[in-house]
């Protein structure tokens, strides 16, 4: 994948196939130029079995294919950028991945569009999971809820292309200044 944000989408949709109703995201960068990953959901978690091969690219549960390419992709990634993907999951809980990677390392993969990749999980998925967002940075922080979205909308299905456009429009205002051009 060319991007961070394509892997978050892909992973992401791993807490939709889970049943999750909350999706969390946090990106947050330090003064150090350390970008962590975090999402986690309250779906139904793997077992100890699946969780100690999850690794493995040959490790799915999916009947359509024979691999699951997603999370040994962003390990490698984060491992080339000099970081680390670390995986925690109990069985009718819930999981948790953080990636991390250095910014600074000449293999970090951009962030990409994480506007754009929020704003396409929400229309995708309309009535659920609920899906929550915060980016920090040195230069500010900033929260999405589609909890909150739906209660202003009272109604508006979140799917509604000016919702959709007005969401990512949105969501890209309140990033940029948070990341600017450092990992954009």
């Known amino acids: 994948m060319r991007d961070l944000s394509l892997h978050i989408l892909d992973l992401m949709q791993n807490s939709i196939r889970a049943q999750a109703t909350v999706v969390s ?26 969780l100690s091969r999850v ?11 024979k691999v699951g390419l997603g999370i040994p992709m962003m390990a490698e990634n984060c491992r080339l950028a000099g970081g680390d993907l670390q995986l925690e999951s109990t069985l009718g809980k819930g999981t ?5 990677l250095d ?35 040195p230069k ?3 929260q999405f809820d589609t909890r909150e979205i739906r209660e202003a909308l009272q109604g508006v299905p979140l799917n509604e292309p000016e919702i ?11 990033i940029e200044p948070i990341f600017g051009g450092v990992i954009l």
């Open 25 to 50: 995201l946090s990106v947050l960068l330090s003064e150090q130029g350390i970008l962590s990953i975090i999402i986690e959901d309250d779906g139904i978690g793997m077992s100890e079995e699946l």
């Open 55 to 65: 690794m493995s690219p040959f490790a799915t549960t999916r009947t359509t294919r």
């Open 96 to 100: 948790k991945l953080t990636a991390t």
């Open 103 to 137: 910014t600074s390392s000449i293999d970090c993969l951009p962030l990409g569009d994480l506007p754009g990749t929020v704003t396409t999980l929400v229309t995708m998925n309309p009535d659920k999971p609920e899906f929550t967002l915060r980016c920090a940075s």
């Open 140 to 142: 500010g922080e900033m």
């Open 164 to 174: 959709a456009a007005w969401m990512q429009e949105s969501l890209r205002e309140e």
